[in-house]
Every structure is written in C-alpha cells, then in structure tokens.
Nanobody, 118 residues
Framework: QVQLQESGPGLAKPSQTLSLTCTVSGDSITTNLYAWSWIRQPPGKGLEWIGYIFYSGTTAYSPSLKSRTSISRDTSKNQFTLQLNSVTAEDTAVYYC??????????WGQGTQVTVSS
C-alpha cells in the first residue's frame, strides 16, 4: 500500500522560498503512468492543484503558479520536492502531496500546514 508523507518547515517569511518534500513508500515514483503531485488548501478555500512530476521526470504546473514553482525528484530516496519562490501570506495553506493515477488522485499524504508570516 502506497504511503506519502510531507515534510518541511511550517513557517516561512514573505519573499522567501518554501521547500517541501514528499517521501513515498510502497511504490516507486518512477512507476509507469503515475504523476506525483502537490496540492494545497488555503484557509476557508478549496483545493488548488500546484503541479505534477510525472514518472518520466517531466513536470507540469498550474498556470497561476508556474512562474514561482519548481518540482524536482530524488529517485534514490523515492522523494519529490516542491519549491515555491517569493512567498506571500496568500501562500499560507495546508500542502498535500498525492499520487495521480487514471484521472484521479488516489493516494494522499496527511498534509502539512505552512504559514507565511513575518
């Protein structure tokens, strides 16, 4: 059974770069056809897709966040990482990593709260 676990700082200052890592167990991030995703939920709002890194290493990002976002991976550790640059208070959210498979997000991490504040 696949498990995902987010890790990273819970607090960031405005203009800093936020970096979060998702560690995957029970599956390989290079398994054919899967995409490994970052999703967030700001307080009082719905889920927002941030981007994917596909099993092949190709990435795709939300147009609204693309200029500030980078997703990378370390296949030796079975991890993938989100970097979000120039954060503001609007980036305060619970951040989730998830597996995208067959048109659905079928496995999720528990989520990690990130607060942007000076």
């Amino acid at each position: 059974q696949v498990q995902l676990q987010e890790s990273g700082p819970g607090l960031a200052k405005p203009s800093q770069t936020l970096s979060l890592t998702c560690t995957v167990s029970g599956d390989s991030i290079t398994t054919n056809l899967y995409a490994w995703s970052w999703i967030r939920q700001p307080p009082g709002k719905g889920l927002e897709w941030i981007g994917y890194i596909f099993y092949s290493g190709t990435t795709a990002y939300s147009p609204s966040l693309k200029s500030r976002t980078s997703i990378s991976r370390d296949t030796s550790k079975n991890q993938f990482t989100l970097q979000l640059n120039s954060v503001t208070a609007e980036d305060t959210a619970v951040y989730y990593c998830a597996r995208y498979n067959d048109w659905t997000f079928d496995a999720w991490g528990q989520g990690t709260q990130v607060t942007v504040s000076s």
